[in-house]
């Protein structure tokens, strides 16, 4: 069975760090283009940051570019969001997926995911 398990969301004030995990099981990881999306109350889901699987290509929401670093560890089968320097609209549900498709960061492109892990960004 193809699965994606998040953790490592929670609590934290503006201006802080979380680092997020995601892990993989059931698919051949290496391979697969991976990302992390998020959706906040009301809003689309909007892709975070991607890292394709052959290339090593990574891409970034323009809101967390230099915020936010997306890693792999194809040992573990687990991918990273390390998010820096949070703030107030970073709120929101966490989600990591998977896919073997054509690398993209559009949540209609990926095909496995988790239940996602929430982030809430105050004081």
């Known amino acids: 069975q193809w699965q994606t398990v998040e953790s490592g969301g929670g609590l934290v004030q503006p201006g802080g760090s979380l680092r997020l995990s995601c892990a993989a099981s059931?698919?051949?990881?290496?391979?697969?283009?991976v990302g992390w999306f998020r959706q906040a109350p009301g809003k689309e889901r909007e892709g975070v940051a991607c890292?394709?699987?052959?290339?090593?290509?990574?891409t970034f929401a323009g809101s967390v570019r230099g915020r936010f670093a997306i890693s792999r560890d194809n040992a573990k089968t687990t991918v990273y969001l390390q998010m820096n320097n949070l703030k107030p609209e970073d709120t929101a549900v966490y989600y990591c997926?998977?896919?073997?498709?054509?690398?993209?960061?559009?949540?209609?492109?990926?095909?496995?995911w988790g239940q996602g892990t929430p982030v809430t960004v105050s004081s």
């Open positions: 997926a998977a896919d073997f498709r054509d690398f993209s960061c559009q949540p209609r492109d990926f095909a496995i």
């Open positions: 059931g698919f051949t990881f290496d391979y697969a283009n």
């Open positions: 890292l394709s699987g052959r290339l090593g290509t990574t």
